[in-house]
C-alpha cells in the first residue's frame, strides 16, 4: 500500500498532454473540422410529446436554393436502436414520443439554409394522450407509449438476498420514507456534434465528440443497417462528456443520413437548446422508497427499496442505470439483507440516461438521508454509523460485488479531520449542522457483452518515444495524460517521451471508452500491458548491444542500464534503431489487453460488477437562513479512495469538478416541464453552480493501492458527485431539523418546510 | 512454381479497393485538404543558376494585406538535408545552385495575395559563373558548386571483379561504345504538395502525397531539427508518384516553416512549372561508355562500363542511382568479368533522382544496345545472345546478387512469341526491324540503413471484417489492392471483408513506403505475417468454439471449417465476438514483419541488393520513315517475370503504363535548357506519349513462383519501363541500319543518322 513514492513520474503533478493544443485554441473540435463541400445539417423535432405523424411533406424543402437532401423515416432503414433496448429510431416512425424528438433532417449549403428549410416541411400530426408521471404511466389505462411495453414498464427488478422481513425484525429500529429527483444536464460546455461523410465504398466516416467510440459505431451501425466496420468514428477534441456523450442520442446517426443521401459532408451540432432537449440524456430522475432496519449501535441490519425510475420516452442505458441505483449502493457498507424492487418507466418526456454517478447520485440522495435519519433517531454520530458499517478489503455485497481495495473507513477519518467535525459538532452553533454521507463507485462495468476491458498498441519510434494507439480517447478528464504516465512508468522513459493517439474506431482496436471511472484503471491496464511487452523487446535488443542479460536490465529517463553496472547503458532511441536497422530488422511494437476480473451479471443480477471499487466520503457544513429559507455551504470536504493517484492535478479537478456538479444537483439544477414541454432548456433558467456558488473545498485521497490497478491505481471520476445532495441534505437536517426529499433543495422548499416544522 | 490456381484471391482479377473513391472523385487529394485558417504558400525561386544572395529584404512582402507569414533561410535552422548525402536546405543559405531553387516563401490568406507578395521580395544577387555539364564540370578550374566537393564529384565508384583485361584478351570480338540520356519527368498528373500545420507542443502534422512516408518523416525532422515524432505525415491520395513524390525536394518542409512562423496550416501545391523546375526529381541523365567482350557463339565474356552521372545541383538518390546503373544489370545475364567506373557529378541544374527504373532505363540503353550491336557483328539473333546469357535461378551476380527464381529465359520465349518474331525476322520488309532487349529489377534495396523490411498491423473487427493498418502506401500503383489480397488469401476471408488503413507515421509502424518495387514483396510479406499471427488467434478461439484441435481447421469465405467435417463451422465473426466477448476477452490484433534476405552492399559495393529480383523481356517493330526520319512502332511486345501475379488487372496496367513511359523516354521526352534555364518547362513544349504515341501492345506474365515472396509474388512496377528505350533503338537499327545514341531518338536524329549514313 501507498507506493506512489516508488514511482517515477505516476504520481507527480504533471501538465496534461494535450494542455498546450487546448490552451492556445489549438485543439480541434467537432466544429472545427471542415471538409470539401461540408453541409450543414438541421434537424425537424416533434412539437408534441405524443403524436401520430400522418404525413410529412418535404416537397417545398426540397425546392429551397441550397438544400441538398431532407430526409425522413422513409430514408432510414426502420430499424429501432438502443443501448440495451432496441426502442429508439433515428427518425420518428409512425409517431412520436417526446418534444424534441427527431422527425425530418435537412442539409443544405449553410445553417440558415438548412433552418429555413426547416420551415416548409409539412408535417400533419394528430396528437395522442400523453404521460408524463412515471406512477401513473404505469397505471392501467395509461397511454401506451410503446405497443409492446404493457404498463409503460420498460423494465422490473424484483431481488431479496437473505431474509429482509426475519432481518427488519431483528432490528431495534426501523426508519422508512420517500425521496425524489429530477432530471439533471451534463451543461457540458461543448455540446454535442458530429460530421458525418459517406464514400461511394459505403462507408461512413464520422468525426464526432463522443466519449465512447467504439458504442457509437456499434449503435450507429445498427441504426443504419451496416456492418460495424462500414463505420468509422473518428473522436475529435471533447469539451467535456460526463456520460451525456455516449451515443445515446441521434445527433451522428442523422448526420450519416442526411450525407449517405446528399452524397456530401454534414455537420450537425445541437444548439444549447437541442442539446437540453434531445441531446445528452439527463440523469434518470427516481422515487425512491427506502426501509431500513438498524441495531442499536448503528448496525445496518436490514433494507428494502423500491426505485421508480422515469425512462422518458425511450430507454438508452436507464435499465444499467437504475439496477446500479437498486443494487450498487450495497457494496458501501456491510449489508446482509437486502432486498430491491425497481419499475423503469416510460413516459412522454426526453428520455434520461447517462451523467456522471450514473444510478449512484439518486440512490445515495435517499440511502444516505435514511441512515442519517437513523442515526439521528438512533443518538449516534453519523460518521460512527458510517465507519462502523463501511465496507472492507475482501467484503463480498450480497449481489456478489467483490471488494479487493477498500479505503473507505480512512476516508471517513480523513473527512472527519479535514471538517474539524468533532470540534464543530461540540460546538455547533445555531442554524448550523454537519452532514456526511459515503459512496461506493466501480472502476469500469462489465455490461456491454461480457467483456470489461480494454485494449492499446504501442510503439517506439527510431527516435525513442512512444506512441500509444488507443481507441480509450479523452474527453477532457485527463484519461490520455494518466496513460501516458503509465506508459512512461512502465518504460522508464521521460513523459515528454510519450504521446497518445487520436481515438479512431478504424486504426484502434476494441475500446469501451469513457465510462463507468473505467479509463485508467482499464486502460491503464491495457496500456501498461502494452508497455510491458514494449519493454520486453527494448531489454532484448538492449541485452545485445550491452552483451548482458535481459533480466538483469533496468530503465529509466529513456536509458538502459545494466544493474550495478550503471556506467553501462544505451538509450531507448539507439535500441530502436538497432533492432530496426539490422538484418531481420523490425519496429518495436506490441498490443496489450486487460480485461477485469469482473462477471456479467446473471438474470438475478447476482455477479461481481466491477474490478475494483473506489470509495469516498464528503461531508458538509451549511448554515440556514430561517427567513429566507437559503442554504450556504460554509464549508465541504471530500475524501476520496481511488488507489493511486496518477495524477494529482487531474484527480483534484475531478473532485472539484463532481463536486460542483453534485452540489448544483443538491441546490439548482433540474429540468422543468409543463405539459411535457421543457420551460427552462437554456441556461438562463437552468441554472449550474458558478464560482460564486461553490464552498470553500478541502479535499484528500486516502493512502491506497488498488492491486489489480495499473501502479495501483483505480478509478475516481465519478465518486466526488455520488453523495453531495445527501451531505448537503443531511447538513440541513443538522441545522434546522427539516429534511427536504426531492431535489433541487430550494430556499422555497426549504422555508416551506420550516413553516410546516414550526407548526407542528 | 505456377501454383497461382490453388489461391482463391491472389491471382484474381479484383477492383481495385480504393476504386470507388477514385472514380466517383471522393478520394482525398492534398488539394482537397481543408484546415481551419487555411493559408496558401507560395515560394521564390531563384532565377539564375549560380548566384550568391547578398541580401533579401521582405519587409514590403510582410507588409502586405494578408501575408501572415514571410520566410528565408534565417526562419530554418541552416542545416542541410539529403537522401545520402545532406547537400540541400530547405531554403537557400549564402547562394542559389540551380534556377527554381528556393529562395524564400510566402503565407498569406489566398494564393494570389501570397503571389504578389513574392514580387515584392527584393533579393540582390551576385551572379557567379555557373557549369551545366558534368564532364566539364570534372574538370579543373570548372566553377566549384559545393565547397567542399573538389571537381563537383558527389561521388565515384571504381569496381573490378574478375580480370577484365584478361577477359577482353580471352573474347572473339570487343564492341564499344557511348550513349547519352536525358533528364525524364515523372509527369503525374497531381503535383507535388503538402497541408502543413504546427502545434503549440511542438509537433508538425503533415498531409502530403508522398510515396514514402517514413523517408519524409526522417527528412523533414532533419531539415527542422526536431524528432520523428515530431513530425507526423499523413498520406493523402496520391495522383501517382514513379519516384518523384520520395521527399527529395523541399515543398513540404517550406510549408511547415512557413506553418511554424505563421502559426497556421499552410498548403503548398506545386504549378506544373514549379513541378518541372523543383519538384520530383528527373532522371539522372548519364552519359555511358560500354565496352564489351564476346565469344563468338555469343557468349559475354567481359564487360567495362564507365558512367558520367548528372547530379544537377543537388545530390538526393543520385548516389544509389547511378550505383544502380553501374552495377545492377550484371544480374541479368551471367557475368563473370566486370569492371565499372562511375562519377556523379554536381552541375548547375535542377537536381536529378528517382524515377521509375532507377539506374536501370539509362543504363540498359547502353548496355542492350551494345550487346544488340554484338549480336550483329556476330550474325546471330540478338533474341539467342539474350536467351544463352540470361540468369537463371541461383545465379549470384558478380557483385553479389543472389537470384532465386529467375524466368527470363521464359520471358524471352514469351517475347519471341508474341511478337511472332521468327516469321517476321524471316520475311523483313524494308524498312521495318525488329529489337529486343531484356532487363532485371529487384523486389526491394537494402540502401535506407541496414533495412529492407516492413511491418504491418492487422485487426479483425466484431463483423469478422479484417483491417490492415499498413504505412506502405498507396499511390496509385494498387498496392493497397495488393495488400489486402494477400491478407485474405491468407485469412480465408472474401477480399471485401479486408480493409486498408491510410498510411501515418503516428498510426502505423516504419514502413519504408513505395520504391524499388518492394510494396507487393516486402509489404505483401509483412501483411501476410500478419494475417497469418491473426489466423492463428482465430483458429484458436475458433477451435475452442468448434471444439477442435487448430490444426484441423481451415478458413474459407470467411468461415473456419472443421477439415473432413465440414459441416461444423463458424464465422470469423463468431469468432471475433467471441474471443473478445468473454472473461479475459481482447480483440483479435497482432502486428507483422519482414526484413527481405538482402545484405546491405560493402564498402565494395558487393552485397546481395534485394530479397528478389524481377526480369522482363521485351521486343518492338518498328517502321522507318527515310524521308522524316519519324520512327513508328508497328507492335510492341513484353513479358515479365514478378512471381505469381496478385492482381491481373493491376499487373497489366503496371506493364501498360510503364511501356508507355518507356516509349516516352525513348521518342519524346527529356528538358531542353539554354544556360541552365530550363526552356520546356510545360505539357505544351514538353510532350508526353498520348494514346495516339502508343503502338498496339501485347504483353504475358511467365509462370513463376518467387519462394520468398507472399504466395510467389515479387515486384513489376518499374520493370516494364527499364529495356524499352534501348528495345526501340535496337529495332531501329535493325530497320535502316542506323544507331542513336543519344535519347531522345528524334526524326531529326534519325534522318541525320541516315543522311550520315548515306554519304559513307
Known amino acids: 500500500m501507498a507506493k506512489a513514492e516508488n514511482f517515477s513520474i505516476v504520481g507527480q503533478r504533471v501538465v496534461r498532454v494535450e494542455g498546450y493544443d487546448k490552451v492556445t485554441g489549438e485543439a480541434r473540435y467537432v466544429g472545427d473540422i471542415v471538409l470539401p463541400g461540408l453541409l450543414a445539417g438541421r434537424i425537424l423535432r416533434s412539437p408534441y410529446p405524443h403524436a401520430r405523424i400522418l404525413k ?62 426547416l420551415q ?50 431483528e432490528s431495534d429500529i426501523v426508519v422508512e420514507d420517500t425521496f425524489e429527483s429530477v432530471p439533471q444536464w451534463h451543461c457540458a460546455i461543448e455540446t454535442i456534434g458530429s460530421v458525418a461523410e459517406y464514400a461511394a465504398n459505403g462507408k461512413y466516416t464520422i468525426y464526432m465528440n463522443t466519449q465512447t467510440l467504439f458504442n457509437a459505431r456499434y449503435r450507429i451501425a445498427a441504426a443504419l443497417g451496416v456492418r460495424e466496420t462500414d463505420v468509422r468514428i473518428i473522436q475529435t477534441a471533447v469539451g467535456g462528456g460526463f456520460g451525456g456523450k455516449s451515443c445515446d442520442d441521434n445527433n451522428a446517426i442523422v448526420a450519416a443520413i442526411l450525407a449517405r443521401k446528399a452524397r456530401k459532408p454534414v455537420k450537425i451540432i445541437n444548439t444549447r437548446e437541442e442539446e437540453f432537449l434531445a441531446g445528452p440524456r439527463p440523469r434518470v430522475n427516481m422515487k425512491i422508497w427506502v426501509k431500513m432496519g438498524f441495531k442499536k449501535d448503528g448496525w445496518i441490519r436490514a433494507k428494502h427499496i423500491r426505485v421508480i425510475a422515469d425512462n422518458g420516452a425511450y430507454s438508452g442505458k436507464a435499465p444499467a442505470i437504475t439496477a446500479v441505483a437498486s443494487l450498487r449502493h450495497d457494496t458501501c457498507y456491510k449489508y446482509s439483507d437486502v432486498k430491491t424492487q425497481a419499475y423503469l418507466v416510460y413516459t412522454n418526456k426526453i428520455p434520461t440516461g447517462a451523467f456522471r454517478g450514473f444510478g449512484n447520485p439518486s440512490a445515495e440522495w435517499a440511502v444516505e438521508q435514511t441512515i442519517d435519519k437513523a442515526a439521528h433517531e438512533l443518538g449516534i454520530d453519523p ?12 467484503y463480498v455485497s450480497p449481489h456478489g460485488n467483490r471488494v479487493t481495495s477498500c479505503e473507505l473507513k480512512q476516508c471517513v477519518d480523513i473527512a472527519e479531520k479535514l471538517m474539524d467535525w468533532k470540534k464543530k459538532r461540540a460546538e455547533k452553533k445555531p442554524n448550523t449542522g454537519l452532514g456526511i454521507a459515503c459512496t461506493v463507485h466501480v472502476s469500469g462495468k462489465r455490461h456491454f457483452g461480457d467483456y470489461d476491458g480494454g485494449s492499446a498498441t504501442i510503439k517506439i519510434n527510431e527516435d525513442g518515444k512512444a506512441l500509444i494507439i488507443s481507441g480509450e480517447g479523452e474527453v477532457g478528464q485527463g484519461a490520455g495524460t494518466a496513460m501516458c504516465q503509465i506508459a512512461a512508468e512502465e518504460l522508464g522513459i521521460p513523459l515528454e517521451d510519450v504521446e497518445i493517439s487520436q481515438a479512431d474506431t478504424d486504426l484502434t482496436t476494441f475500446c469501451l471508452g469513457a465510462f463507468g471511472s473505467r479509463v485508467t484503471y482499464i486502460g491503464g491496464n491495457a496500456v501498461k500491458d502494452a508497455a510491458s511487452k514494449v519493454k520486453q523487446q527494448v531489454f532484448e535488443t538492449a541485452a545485445e548491444l550491452l552483451e548482458a542479460n535481459p ?16 556506467n553501462k547503458s544505451v538509450t531507448v532511441a539507439d535500441v530502436a534503431r538497432a533492432r530496426l536497422f539490422r538484418r531481420g530488422g523490425a519496429p518495436i511494437v506490441a498490443s496489450g489487453s486487460f480485461d477485469a476480473d469482473s462477471v456479467l451479471q446473471d438474470a438475478t443480477r447476482y455477479g461481481n460488477e466491477s474490478g475494483a471499487y473506489n470509495f469516498g466520503c464528503q461531508a458538509a457544513e451549511v448554515e440556514v437562513d430561517r427567513e429566507t429559507g437559503q442554504v ?21 479537478g475531478q473532485v472539484e469538478g463532481s463536486v460542483a456538479q453534485g452540489i ?58 455520488d453523495p453531495t445532495a445527501a451531505v448537503i441534505s443531511n447538513a440541513i437536517f443538522d441545522a434546522v431539523g427539516v429534511r427536504i426529499k426531492t431535489l433541487p433543495i430550494t430556499p422555497e422548499k426549504v422555508l416551506r418546510a420550516l413553516r410546516e416544522k414550526e407548526k407542528q
Chains 1, 2 share one sequence.
Not at 383 to 394: F, I, Y
Not at 647 to 652: K, L, V, Y
Open 664 to 721: 448544483g444537483y443538491a441546490l439548482l439544477e433540474g429540468l422543468k416541464m409543463e405539459d411535457g414541454r421543457p420551460v427552462n432548456p437554456n441556461f438562463s433558467d437552468y441554472r449550474i453552480p458558478a464560482m460564486r456558488d461553490m464552498p470553500p473545498l478541502s479535499h484528500a485521497f486516502a493512502h491506497s493501492y488498488e492491486p489489480t490497478g495499473p501502479f495501483g491505481a483505480k478509478g475516481l471520476g465519478e465518486l466526488g458527485m
Open 383 to 394: 460518521l460512527d454509523v458510517a465507519r462502523m458499517n463501511a465496507a472492507d478489503p475482501g
Open 120 to 169: 416548409l416541411i409539412d408535417v400533419e400530426w394528430e396528437e395522442l394522450p400523453a404521460v408524463f408521471d412515471a406512477e401513473e404511466a404505469m397505471q392501467e389505462g395509461a397511454p401506451l407509449i410503446h405497443e409492446d411495453k404493457p404498463r409503460n414498464v420498460a423494465m422490473t427488478i424484483d431481488v431479496e438476498r437473505g431474509n429482509v422481513q426475519r432481518a427488519f425484525h
Open 56 to 117: 410529412i411533406d418535404t416537397s417545398k424543402a426540397e425546392k429551397l436554393r441550397g438544400v441538398k437532401a431532407v430526409v425522413m423515416a422513409e430514408d432510414t432503414i426502420k430499424r429501432p436502436w438502443g443501448a440495451f433496448f432496441a426502442d429508439q429510431y433515428p427518425l420518428s416512425v409512425g409517431k412520436a414520443r417526446y418534444v424534441g424528438e427527431e422527425v425530418a433532417a435537412v442539409a443544405a449549403v449553410d445553417h440558415d439554409t438548412a433552418e429555413d428549410a
Open 551 to 566: 533480466d538483469d536490465l533496468i530503465s529509466r529517463d529513456g536509458r538502459i542500464f545494466v544493474r550495478g553496472a550503471e
Open 632 to 652: 450556504k455551504v460554509l464549508k465541504y470536504v471530500a475524501a476520496s479512495d481511488c488507489g493511486t493517484v496518477v495524477n494529482p492535478i487531474g484527480a483534484e
